[in-house]
């Protein structure tokens, strides 16, 4: 890395609007705007080393998502809905579009002479004359309001499209901001982390010079007080 230094930020996951309890304070010992040497050969591999044999030996204890509480996957699952599934997960195919309500059956063999039989065919008939009469009725209504109608319906998505996009400028200004600040502020931790590096190894460095200094006192102390010792001896010769 292109700067050694140990540096620590913690991040404080609290949400009191959603009211859950906040875990405990993560320590990321990283200033990834600040530090450098990701690019060096051998580090990614050595990254994802890491990462691959702490995923290897950890073994989670807790459930770290038991604070969102209990997912509720069929809240708003209709009837249909879960027919629907419920034909899926038993492969069941799909079951073709009825004709039956656009067929004017006569009566079976057994009833073609039964008043009865032939009075509910022929209301049938009527029932499915006045359906098409309806259904006329509304292509000539959405003949002449559909368009305008339509024109309505897309200057409204129209709208929701311009209120989504204003919202996704603005987080993503937010995203902008809180990136800006985040390296900003690595940026000058960095600085002065680097600056207190260089303050340690100047200390480190006046006090090994000092240390050196010390032994080469030690050094002279001890031949200082031999001397008087060999003085004293070749004085008692003479």
């Excluded at 509720?72 to 209709?78: A, D, I, M, R, S």
């Excluded at 032939?118 to 368009?147: F, K, P």
Aim: aromatic share 8%; charged share 25%.
């Amino acid at each position: 890395m292109a700067h050694s230094t140990s540096s620590a930020v913690v991040l404080h996951h609290s949400n009191p609007a959603h009211g859950h309890q906040a875990p405990p304070d993560v320590v990321v010992d990283a200033l990834p705007y600040y530090d450098g040497g990701y690019e060096e050969t051998g580090v990614r591999e050595a990254a994802l080393s890491l990462v691959e044999d702490e995923t290897r030996r950890y073994k989670p204890t807790k459930n770290y998502l038991e604070q969102l509480g209990q997912p509720l996957y069929h809240q708003f699952e209709t009837d249909i809905m879960k027919t629907e599934f419920e034909r899926l997960s038993n492969r069941l195919p799909m079951e073709m579009l009825s004709m039956k309500r656009y067929e004017l059956p006569t009566p079976p063999p057994g009833k073609q002479t039964d008043f009865q039989a032939w009075n509910e065919c022929v209301e049938n008939s009527y029932a499915q004359l006045e359906h098409q009469q309806t259904r006329i009725l509304n292509l000539e209504l959405m003949w002449d309001y559909g368009a305008n109608t339509w024109k309505i319906y897309n200057t409204s998505l129209q709208n929701m499209l311009e209120q989504a996009q204003k919202q996704l400028l603005e987080l993503r200004k937010q995203i902008q901001e809180i990136n800006f600040n985040r390296k900003n502020e690595q940026t000058h931790a960095g600085a002065k982390l680097s600056a207190l590096e260089q303050t340690w190894v100047g200390l480190v460095g006046k006090n090994y010079e000092i240390e050196c200094a010390i032994v080469e006192l030690e050094k002279e102390v001890a031949n200082l007080r031999k001397q008087p010792k060999t003085n004293g001896a070749a004085a008692s010769e003479h």
